[in-house]
């Protein structure tokens, strides 16, 4: 009996050590896997956890606007919605698939889409771009899918209200608001701001349930440009016109307050509409007020006789002999658009003679003839404040011929851009100073002080220049821009160009050109006009620049309330043109 029972003791007190033992494992194994994950592998985990259920996110900065010199609107960020895919680790491909092709019907999203989207999560990617930008019906209609793992990201998009006005000036942006050209590229660094960061936290469905901000976006700035939006738009206008009457390759125009530098207006054709920026074409891209070098022909004419009459060289009462209607430089015959006999100094300005512009030029030193052209501002940029902007082509003076100076004299051989004729330009009209031109209205560096305008030539050599512009356009080749009421003052541009295939320079191809400022005597405008292969009879700068020219000044004084005045008379000393009786 009692063996009975100690027996019974034994296997008792045996089992309950076993249970003890198998209790005492159990929670060794227990505090065990709690050491492993709260000490050891806990950063690990954490880390984990924290990825899944939380993330940083950039808080994109409102872009700064932009606006023309009186206010008006031509860049703005609005606020919009991007989706975006946070994939769920674990989640099998079937899920991921599933959930995008739900998307790629709301959004309409193209197979190549599809397929970076898919490549960036077998990737294991945490966050994915679904689609950026969105617009406001296809926000509601993702919205209302509730998805796991889709996530909206508020952005900025960039609008132009004016559409294609001034594209050429603003430039454009890409899809991470980054400025790509114009005052976009150039300023970008003040107009993005500065990106804040937040905080999200979501649960286990991918469901935001807290949002904090850890770091505060900083707006961009707004700048503030001197074009005039209707001036703008009346150089647009005109110049399409233009281009399309003559058929031109392109076209550019560009409009100044001589006496600041400021760009009133500037325009390029063919153009884009910035809010489909950068889906335009490489052609319609380019700025070729800033952006194309082109020899100047006649138009270069108006440096050439400032540096003669500021060295004393020649005198308005010279006459120059160019009855052949041609001469030999440098292996190479230049001819007149018709014989014109014997001219006076002012004459073979008036009307654009290129043999008696070469003869004034042969009696100016080269090297002081090189300076007077780097004086003029040529071989430089100018600062105008666009990027992209070219040098021009003016070789230093180690580098000229024997025929150097007398092709550059009448505009080949050098390369320029319009900006650069257009402040050429200027040093005439503000009587011998060069004010660089300038696209910005605010100074953007405070304290920094303006430099002083350098004087270029006399003020006394500005006034005679200034009498031969105006005669040029009253009884010369710029007849077409005569303006009833204001006195004009302006240069023809007629240049051959260089054909490859031919080797020279060809006989059809021109581009055309016209430079001028009104009121000759007071101007509030200068107007640099360029078209490059007009087709047709019709092709030579007096042609088909000047009344562009005539056309926009027109309008632009008009609306600038500017008040007509009479025209003087012409002097006999600048219009003097001697017979030759030994002509038949």
Sequence with gaps: MFEIRDTQQRRIHKKTILLTVILLAWFLVIVGRLVDLQVIHHPEFRTEVLNQNSHTSEIIPRRGGIYDRNGTTL??????????????????????????????????????????????????????????????????????????????????????????????????????????????????????????????????????????????????????????????????RELRRAVDETQANWGTVVISNPASGEILAMASFPTYDPNIYPGVS???????????????????????????????????????????????????????????????????????????TIKISQSIPQDRFYNAIQAFGFGKKTEVGLPGEENGIFHSLTKWTKASLPSISIGYGISVTAIQVLQALNVIANRGILVPPRIIKEKLQAGVPAAQAPRVISEQTAAEVTEILEAATEEGTGKEALLEGFPIAGKTGTAQKLDPALGGYSARKHLSAFAGFVPADKPVLSIVIILDEPKGTLYYGGQVAAPVFRDIARSVLLYLHEPPRVSPKPKPVITAQLQDRRKP
């Excluded at 138009?299 to 010279?318: C, N, P, Q, W, Y």
């Design 282 to 356: 490489r052609e319609a891209d380019i700025n070729r007020a800033v952006r194309y070098n082109f020899e100047p022909g006649s138009t270069f004419k108006i440096i050439t006789v400032s540096a003669a009459l500021e060295l004393g060289t020649s005198r308005l009462s010279d006459t120059f002999d160019c009855r052949e209607g041609k001469i030999r430089i440098g292996g190479w015959t230049v001819w007149d658009h018709e014989k014109l006999g014997i001219l006076t100094f002012p004459a073979v300005f008036i009307h654009s003679s290129n043999v008696g």
């Design 75 to 236: 860049a703005v960020s609005l606020p919009v919605f991007s989706v975006a895919y946070v994939p769920f680790k674990g989640d099998p491909p079937k899920k991921h698939l599933a959930q995008i092709n739900l998307l790629q019907k709301v959004l309409s999203l193209a197979e190549r889409d599809i397929q970076r989207i898919l490549a960036r999560i077998e990737d294991k990617d945490t966050f994915v771009w679904i689609k950026r930008k969105i617009s406001d019906e296809e926000y509601e209609k993702v919205n209302r899918l509730n998805l796991a793992g889709i996530s909206f990201r508020e952005e900025n998009k960039r609008f132009y209200p004016l559409g294609q006005l001034a594209a050429h000036v603003l430039g454009g942006v890409g899809m991470d608001d980054k400025g790509l050209s114009g005052v976009e590229q150039k300023y970008d660094e003040l107009l993005k701001g500065v990106s804040g960061e937040s905080l999200i936290l979501q649960d286990a469905r991918k469901r935001k349930y807290q949002i904090e901000v850890l770091k505060e976006p900083q707006p961009g700035r707004d700048l503030i440009l001197t074009i005039d939006q209707t001036i703008q738009h009346i150089a647009e």
